[in-house]
């Protein structure tokens, strides 16, 4: 006998929700039949601000389109801007970059760490690795004198150069998280309840990759080898040496196996940046700010964060301000039309587990 | 690159009419394209060359020419080329094919052009409220929307703030003294 349908309301307030949206679920029993997504709580209208400011007032909004990944923001509001302008970036500048993107990758690992065990009950973990991300937010706040917004990677280099034995700094620091991801295996891969929740479960197969434009490692999960910094290389990343792990299983369990093996990845890829990084200055001086114009022109680029890919289209119409500023997040795709096919056939209990490993960010949907 | 470029060029050349490109360096290639061709030459893209990836959809309102310009930019994982489909429509009649039967997550942007730029898109998929609740009036994104007057109208000051609506103002007042001029000083 069909079971009558009932509708549940995920959020747009609710702890498994990784930010302000909501999720209309139909269900029969304890299945999900249809989901329908909900956003439009958190809009700030950045965009339309950034219009309205001029290049380098508009660039202090970048780092909050989405909080858990700051510093992917400012690199692509950065190059944007220079690719428009053609200006240059030091070399050294370049290297700095690099070094503070994969920390705040690293970062952000961290986080999903807790958010993943967390939508399945599982805190020690979130608990752990919060808390060891607070050393690399020291290292931040060191460096950019903010601990989550930077505003470091600005239009011409980076704001300033390493404090005096920084570089040491992040390699002790290395070392002490790379033991760390051990630990972090033990308590998450080894755990036979974060087995049995994560196997089989929110399936993206590869033809449901292409056809929704996944991205990162819900892509690589699925054994798709793609990945920004190899396939449009910026700033150094072509003369950097690592590789970009895939899994089959394309499930929840293996886009967590992806992300293990490039925690470990932004380790070895810090490691070669602060070995091979170049003397000299790191900052292309711009003009005075409130009378600086670009050329008339547009750019998109694109940068690999821990969700994917995300791009920033910028279009320039000779004046002070952006004409336009549009940026395109991950979990603009991944979050919407995806989520909702993907949670067809799931048990309720899986929604949290299952928009964590999507890398749903709502700020960065609404912006 | 150069190749790829030129040999991308005379296919699609051959096949659309009334297409011009424009060279970047790098891997950037544009086109400019007529709307009502848009959903073909994005099929051809994907299908017979290999650019399957939509990485973006995005629009600019060219106010002063009364125009939107649309830009589809695809991503070929082979040939490591970015190539950008642009197209304008009237601002005020324009209408916009639906593309979310190539890529599905294309079902998003075109609800968004449609809410915050006020886009019609034919045959659009899910046509309900996206972003916005209950709007009446100019789409939000267009450049003739007034941000400030729209906060004045529809939010109230808080009563008893009234000399901290400039703070500079209000800093001269409290301080009976000129504040500099940070922006002259400053200036290079």
Redo the contacts between chains.
């Keep these: 006998m069909r079971e009558k349908a009932t509708t549940l309301y995920i959020g747009p307030q609710h702890p498994g929700i990784t930010g302000n949206m909501m999720v209309r679920l139909k269900i029969e029993g304890d299945t999900i039949v249809k989901a329908t997504t909900e956003?439009?709580y958190l809009?700030r209208?950045f965009?339309?601000?950034q219009?309205?400011r001029n290049w380098l007032q508009s660039f202090t909004l970048m780092c909050r389109f989405c909080v858990p990944e700051t510093d992917p923001m400012e690199e692509l509001y950065a190059r944007a801007v220079e690719t428009i302008e053609g200006r240059e970036v030091p070399e050294r500048a370049k290297y700095i970059r690099v070094m503070v993107l994969e920390l705040a990758r690293l970062a952000s690992f961290m986080l999903w760490y807790g958010g993943q065990n967390g939508s399945l009950g599982l805190y020690t973990m979130g608990q752990w690795s919060v808390g060891d991300r607070n050393y690399i937010l020291d290292l931040f706040e060191e460096l950019t004198g903010g601990r989550v917004y930077h505003m470091y990677i600005w239009p011409g280099g980076v704001r300033r150069d390493l404090p005096k034995g920084f570089e040491q700094k992040v390699l002790k620091t290395m070392d002490y998280l790379e033991k760390r991801l051990d630990d972090y295996d033990d308590l998450m891969f080894d755990n036979a309840i974060f087995k049995k929740r994560t196997k089989g479960v929110g399936i993206v197969d590869k033809e449901t990759a292409?056809?929704?434009?996944v991205v990162g490692p819900v892509l690589r999960g699925c054994g798709i080898r793609?990945d920004i910094r190899i396939?449009?290389p910026y700033e150094v990343y072509d003369k950097l040496d690592f590789i970009v792990p895939t899994q089959e299983g394309a499930d929840i369990w293996a886009r967590a196996l992806v992300r293990r093996q490039e925690a470990r990845q932004s380790i070895r890829i810090i490691r070669q940046v602060i070995d091979m990084m170049p003397g000299g200055p790191v900052y292309n001086k711009i003009?005075?700010p409130?009378?600086w114009t670009l050329p008339k022109g547009?750019a998109?680029v694109?940068v690999e964060s821990v969700r994917g890919?995300v791009?920033l289209?910028a279009?320039s119409d000779g004046g002070l301000n952006p004409?336009?500023i549009?940026v395109?997040g991950a979990a603009?795709?991944h979050a919407?039309?995806?989520l909702e096919?993907v949670l067809v056939g799931e048990n309720i209990a899986d929604v949290s587990a299952i928009m964590n490993s999507l890398g749903t960010c709502p700020p960065e949907i609404?912006r | 690159m150069k190749e790829i470029k030129a040999d991308l060029i005379s296919k699609i050349k051959a096949s659309f009419d009334n297409v011009t490109e424009k060279d970047y360096d790098g891997?950037?290639l544009d086109f400019h394209v007529e709307t009502r061709i848009i959903p073909q030459i994005l099929t051809y893209l994907k299908v017979n060359l290999g650019y399957?990836?939509?990485?973006?959809i995005?629009?600019?309102?060219w106010l002063e020419d009364g125009e939107f310009e649309i830009?589809y930019?695809v991503?070929s994982?082979e040939d490591?080329l970015?190539v950008?489909i642009k197209t304008r429509i009237d601002r005020e009649t324009g209408v916009l094919p639906n593309i979310d039967m190539i890529?599905?997550?294309a079902?998003?942007y075109e609800r968004e052009l449609k809410e915050m730029f006020g886009i019609e898109v034919d045959g659009l998929v899910a046509a309900d409220?996206?972003?916005?609740?209950d709007w009446e009036g100019l789409p939000?994104?267009r450049?003739d929307?007034d941000?400030e007057a729209y906060a004045d109208e529809t939010f109230w000051h808080r009563p008893g703030r009234e000399d901290a609506m400039d703070v500079r103002e209000a800093i001269i007042e409290r301080s009976r003294e000129e504040i500099p001029d940070f922006?002259k000083k400053y200036?290079?």
């Design positions: 956003v439009g809009h209208a965009e339309k601000l219009e309205k292409i056809e929704h434009g793609s396939d449009d003009p005075n409130q009378k547009d998109y694109r890919e791009g289209y279009a004409r336009r549009h395109r603009y795709v919407i039309t995806l096919d609404e | 891997n950037r399957i990836h939509l990485s973006h995005s629009c600019v309102d830009v930019i991503w994982p490591k970015k950008f890529w599905r997550q079902n998003t409220e996206f972003l916005l609740e939000p994104m450049r929307f941000t922006a200036s290079r």
